[in-house]
């Protein structure tokens, strides 16, 4: 009998430890996954944005700066950012003044009065290094969602690079109808594309 009791107590001994090593185990991992994002302060002077804008008779390409950004980044994941366009810096690279002139007035961008773009992540989504960015794209006041693939790397030296070689942006969504053969169906050889697109190269550091 003696033994009996004692090999049970042994046994309600194993399982009170096992339930609070369990209990540990768990509480660590809450902690570990609760762990704060960490905000990464885009530096504008090493990072760009690039567009591309085409017609029927050629393109026109060029660049425009940042004002501002951050990053949320957990660990090495980036799970979120907020993004400044200063749109009164659009640049032909060809130098050309008068389409410069073109695109910010108000057919175009109208930057006397909109003068900034924003984009606001909502979500990260893949593994590694490739992933999709899905978020929200504010131009001329007008905000509509927007998704494009990524490559996001935190670097050895503690800063987080991002690249998006080909953002797709239609316009017409933005209120900017100008050539385009959506609303001026006899336009003929001056139809400019709805879509324009944006290369972005980013650098964060804490």
Not at 1 to 14: A, G
Not at 179 to 184: A, N, T
């Given at each position: 009998?003696?033994?009996?009791?004692?090999?049970?107590?042994?046994?309600?001994?194993?399982k009170i430890t096992s339930i609070f090593a369990l209990v540990a185990i768990i509480g660590l991992s809450a902690f570990t996954n609760g762990a704060k994002p960490v905000a990464y302060t885009?530096?504008?002077?090493?990072?760009t944005i690039t567009w591309v804008g085409k017609k029927v008779t050629g393109s026109?390409?060029?660049?425009?700066?940042?004002?501002?950004?951050?990053?949320?980044?957990?660990?090495?994941?980036?799970?979120?950012?907020?993004?400044?366009?200063?749109?009164?810096?659009?640049?032909?690279?060809?130098?050309?003044?008068?389409?410069?002139?073109?695109?910010?007035?108000?057919?175009?961008?109208?930057?006397?009065?909109?003068?900034?773009?924003?984009?606001?992540?909502?979500?990260?989504?893949?593994?590694?290094?490739?992933?999709t960015v899905t978020g929200n794209l504010t131009i001329k006041g007008i905000t509509k969602p927007l998704s494009f693939p990524a490559t996001v790397s935190v670097n050895a030296d503690g800063t987080v690079s991002a690249l998006a070689g080909k953002i797709v942006v239609d316009r017409t969504k933005y209120?900017?109808?100008?050539?385009?053969?959506?609303?001026?169906?006899?336009?003929?050889?001056?139809?400019?594309?709805?879509?324009f697109e944006l290369s972005v190269k980013l650098v964060a550091k804490k």
């Open positions: 009998m003696i033994l009996l009791y004692e090999l049970k107590n042994k046994r309600m001994k194993l885009v530096d504008v002077a090493k990072s026109h390409n060029g660049s425009i700066a940042l004002k501002s950004g951050s990053l949320n980044v957990n660990g090495k994941n980036v799970i979120g950012g907020t993004f400044v366009i200063d749109m009164t810096t659009i640049k032909d690279a060809d130098g050309s003044e008068k389409l410069e002139g073109h695109l910010k007035a108000d057919d175009f961008f109208g930057t006397a009065k909109y003068p900034t773009s924003t984009f606001v992540i909502s979500k990260v989504s893949g593994s590694g290094a490739n992933v209120d900017i109808k100008y050539g385009s053969k959506s609303f001026f169906d006899s336009i003929g050889d001056k139809a400019i594309d709805d879509n």
